[in-house]
């Protein structure tokens, strides 16, 4: 064979010729480059059709809202992920939930708690209103951006009708006032609105708001702690109460001797007009209704929870009182003794169970939770509005937590910032009645109580229920045991 010419070499020979000369390195590269371009065929397609992509959408207005404000929240109790709540830019609070130590009960049945014991230790923490709390509580408890962005409209429309004195009326200068004036209870309503949102004279988006307010209405009281000077002859108690229950708060979350004294003197007012049947009314001394007693020992409990002193054997007077009134058993309660239940004092009288001692399985407790979170006794602004029930009602299934307060959460959060009132001079507002067909300038009352009242009183009431979510911790709450592992 001459050099010009060339023997024909097989395909296969070339290949093995190549691989047989080519160094180790380059016939593993080639191999697995292989390896990966088919796995790659093989697997890519199914890995694109399966991709799953997720738009989160924010509730920031009236509709269906998540119980926890994030996309990642499920169904299923052991997957749903924590959420975090409060910004890092917040500085820590002094004690976020106050939680109670363990507390003995002496009465054989547990009806009562007997001590004279601080008052975290029956659950009513006020540092839950501070901000990095409250953002964190609102979370916890089924509050939402619409309940708080609702609230906050309320104190606004509450502000805009402050009066240059610094208090506010019962009959104006808004539209659908009460049918009698009382100034004092009209600003202590609106005081408890803005402090319940974490709002004092020190601080808060409204303190110029409630510093006004509290300058007007220190004047307001007498040398002996009474605060009624107007109104119909059955507010006195409910004057008194409700101013009591603003200053024992404000000096409870502010520790401001200014506000001591005077907090004194108002539970030391109701502590002797207390009256022979346990309870309170109308008058010093006389006799006795759910309806005053239920704010008057409201009054108590905010005292304790200023580490004021209440005797207990007027705590056990009170209870000795619901028991004469209760009916079946204690499940049921009317306005006063011999009268038939309602839905509103049964509500009313079983908080004031749960503030003297009732446990959270007590059965008689449970039967009337039950009765309150029947689907006829729900919210509806339509077929019974009633916002003095409504409000007693908000705070006693708080207290339960649970299924109770789910049932009834889910419908409150959603029905009380529906029906605010969202355009004009009174946006921020809650209607105390419905108009009527037949005469747009006539209204029909909603209920007994909105008439006494008016629209400062339905709102007042209406910001409670939404701010009922870090006003006071519930009473039986095990977050206090999380809180002491932490």
Request: net charge negative.
């Amino acid at each position: 064979m001459t050099v010009h010419e060339r023997k024909e070499v097989p395909e296969e020979e070339l290949t093995t010729i190549a691989l047989k000369n080519s160094p180790p390195w380059l016939v593993s590269a080639v191999f697995h480059m292989v390896l990966m371009i088919t796995l790659g065929l093989i697997f890519l397609p199914k890995l694109v059709r399966n991709q799953i992509e997720l738009e989160t959408v924010w509730a920031e207005s009236l509709g269906d809202q998540l119980e926890f404000d994030s996309f990642m929240a499920g169904t299923a109790e052991d997957m749903v992920e924590e959420p975090v709540y409060t910004p890092e830019d917040l500085l820590p609070v002094e004690n976020p939930f106050a939680a109670p130590p363990e507390v003995t009960v002496l009465v054989p049945d547990g009806s009562t708690s007997t001590s004279d014991i601080d008052a975290t230790q029956v659950g009513l923490a006020l540092s839950g209103r501070e901000e990095g709390s409250k953002r964190a509580l609102l979370g916890a408890y089924g509050g939402n951006a619409t309940t708080e962005a609702s609230v906050q409209g309320g104190l606004r429309w509450l502000a805009n009708n402050q009066r240059k004195d610094g208090s506010w009326s019962l009959q104006g200068p808004y539209k659908d006032g009460a049918i009698n004036e009382n100034e004092a209870t009209a600003t202590a309503m609106a005081l408890l609105a803005f402090q319940g949102a974490g709002n004092t004279h020190k601080n808060g988006a409204f303190k110029e708001n409630v510093a006004k307010g509290w300058k007007w209405l220190l004047q307001e009281q007498d040398a002996d702690g009474n605060f009624f000077h107007e109104g119909g002859f059955n507010h006195r108690f409910y004057t008194n109460g409700q101013c009591a229950i603003a200053l024992c708060e404000l000096y409870g979350m502010t520790k401001d001797e200014q506000f001591k004294g005077p907090a004194e003197r108002a539970i030391g007012d109701l502590l002797k007009s207390q009256g022979s049947e346990g309870g309170w009314r109308y008058s010093p001394q006389a006799d006795s209704d759910v309806s005053v007693t239920g704010w008057v020992l409201m009054a108590l409990q905010s005292a304790r929870m200023a580490y004021l002193p209440v005797p207990e054997d007027k705590l056990r007077r009170v209870e000795r009182f619901l028991d004469k009134v209760a009916l079946d058993g204690g499940t049921r309660y009317p306005y006063q003794r011999g009268k038939e239940a309602t839905k509103a004092m049964t509500a009313e009288a079983l908080l004031c169970r749960q503030y003297l001692g009732w446990p959270r399985d007590d059965e008689r407790l449970i039967d009337g939770v039950r009765y309150i979170t029947q689907p006829e006794n729900l919210i509806d602004y339509e077929r019974d509005p009633n916002v003095y029930y409504w409000y007693y009602a908000t705070q006693v299934c708080h207290h339960m937590e649970g299924e109770y307060w789910k049932k009834w959460n889910s419908v409150m959060r959603q029905e009380v910032p529906e029906h605010q009132v969202k355009s004009g001079r009174d946006a921020g507002s809650w209607d105390p009645g419905r108009s009527d067909r037949g005469a747009p300038d006539r209204y029909q009352w909603h209920d007994a109580y909105t008439p006494h009242g008016g629209r400062l009183y339905v709102t007042c009431l209406s910001i409670y229920m939404l701010e009922v979510y870090y006003r006071h911790l519930p009473i039986y709450s095990g977050v206090y045991t999380r809180l002491h592992r932490m």
